[in-house]
């Protein structure tokens, strides 16, 4: 195996515990954020050469809220690294009972295109926090980005204990032969299976950050031109290449004849008259997703943009009306700045038609009833969930990001990617005397002994008494 040697130096160097120290953690997180500043202006460059991102939202994404990540893990380090002791019962009062976290070991990070630094980046600010080797493994797909990642992170990181890998697809499955003790993968559900069953043959732990079909109800009752610009700039932010972007509005057919001029009105404010000439508008990744995307433009009709240039992966920002659940845009994740319409009669169908699908990376609802939105949130099950907006939940490092089900596994930000790629250690440190307090454990057993370790160890419910 090609990738052997490799990992065997890391966990070499992860057994020698020389990750462990909060003072290596801090200086390796402190590293990442020279990375961040010195090479700030080849990152808006090379995600400009390979997405055509805009460089306010490659300055937001990539580097800004990295940032974030890094300062808030470097400001908190010191109390989530530090032993979390837990309560006792009667028979371990004199004992000390506590958490230890540990690192993993070699963790393997697989970051996606559409956001090539952000991706691999905050994972692998938790994984370092956390104590651990490194492999990072960029997407091929954004070429440009992944050699600036591949030439230059190695020079800001130890490079015993981090490597980046550039791989496609056979070396990617060469990479996956190999023993890992933690992998994190952000990706289609697709390539998540093949990576989860890579990673059961060695038993190894994995947090699946994958996408869906984000539905964004919107009910009668809400302000049309605010939903307009909000749904408007979440769908087509990076081109709709944004795994959390709604993918399809729930609405009335009186509320899609509303939204139409409201959403026609934003997307003409946010991009101009013609938005292939905005500067505030990105491209799609490749020629084979430009493609896949175009094919969808036959569902429904088309009610705003619709153009294309193949030659420049040029979509325009378009909404789709009329869309059946059965046409191809509802089939598959979007992943690109369409955003069809699906009429349904009111809110109990739609959240009906939600729970028939597999569950969500998001959910989105809108309404000026905060009942509305609140029905919505306990009717349903999604990886996460934002009311009145969209996007705007990944701004925070205090939330939990994740699927569940087809949308992924585990989730990450701010501490919970701490928590990731740490190993919870249960531990017990019990006095070598005092013996005779474990007398009653021991044979020959009675019912005095069963009595007096039933006392010691107990869990009795609150509130609740015995009837003699």
């Known amino acids: 195996n090609p990738y052997a040697g490799l990992v065997s130096h890391l966990r070499a160097a992860w057994l ?3 990750t462990r120290p909060m003072e290596y953690r801090v200086a390796q997180l402190e590293a990442l954020g020279r990375f961040l500043d010195e090479k700030k202006q ?4 090379a995600t400009a050469l390979d997405l055509g991102k805009p460089s306010f939202e490659a300055y937001f994404t990539e580097i800004l809220l990295c940032k974030n990540e890094l300062n808030d893990t470097l400001n908190n380090l010191s109390h989530w690294m530090k032993d979390e002791h837990v309560c006792k019962n009667l028979a371990t009062q004199l004992d000390s009972a506590f958490i230890r976290k540990d690192p993993y070991g070699v963790v393997l990070i697989i970051a996606p295109w559409n ?15 956390a104590g651990n080797c ?22 800001y990181l130890d490079s015993d204990c981090f490597a980046v890998v550039t791989a496609g697809v056979p070396e990617t499955t060469k990479l996956l032969e190999n023993k890992f003790d933690y992998i994190f993968f952000t990706g289609s559900p697709s390539v998540g299976r093949i990576v989860m069953t890579a990673a059961a043959k060695h038993l ?3 947090t699946l950050e994958l996408g869906g079909k984000n539905p964004c109800y919107v009910s009668d009752n809400c302000d049309v031109h605010n939903v307009a610009r909000r749904v408007a700039w979440g769908r087509f932010f990076n081109a709709g290449q944004t795994c959390v972007a709604p993918d399809y509005v729930l609405c009335s057919l009186e509320m899609q004849e509303k939204l139409m001029p409201a959403l026609r009105e934003a997307i003409t404010e946010f991009y101009g008259s013609n938005p292939k000439e905005s500067p505030d508008f990105g491209r799609i990744i490749g020629d084979k997703q430009f493609r896949r995307i175009r094919a969808l433009l036959c569902s429904g009709r088309v009610a705003i943009g619709g153009q294309t240039d193949e030659k420049e992966r040029y979509i325009a920002p378009t909404v789709l009306a009329d869309v059946q659940p059965s046409d ?3 089939q598959e994740e979007i992943f690109g700045p369409i955003l069809p319409i699906v009429v349904v009669a009111n809110m109990d169908e739609a959240i009906d038609f939600i729970n028939a699908r597999p569950r969500p990376l998001v959910l989105y609802a ?14 349903t099950s999604s990886g996460g969930f934002c009311g009145n907006d969209t996007l705007m939940h990944m701004m925070l490092t205090s939330l939990p990001f994740g699927g569940i089900g087809n949308s992924g596994l585990g989730m990450y930000h701010g501490k919970f990617t701490f928590n990731t790629f740490t190993h919870h250690r249960g531990c017990l440190h019990r006095s070598m005397g005092l013996e005779a307090i474990n007398a009653p454990r021991y044979p020959p057993y009675s019912q005095q002994k069963l009595g007096v370790l039933t006392t010691a160890t107990e869990i009795k419910r609150r509130g609740m008494c015995t009837l003699l």
């Open 16 to 18: 020698s515990g020389k």
């Open 42 to 45: 080849e990152i808006l460059e």
């Open 115 to 129: 956001y090539p630094i952000h991706l691999f980046l905050v994972p692998l600010i938790g994984a370092i926090a």
């Open 134 to 155: 490194v492999i990072i493994k960029p997407s091929e797909i954004a070429k440009n980005t992944e050699k600036l990642v591949a030439e230059t992170l190695t020079c």
């Open 204 to 206: 190894t732990p994995v």
């Open 328 to 330: 191809p845009a509802m």
């Open 366 to 379: 809108f309404s000026c009833d905060s009942k509305v939105v609140n029905q919505v949130l306990e009717r």
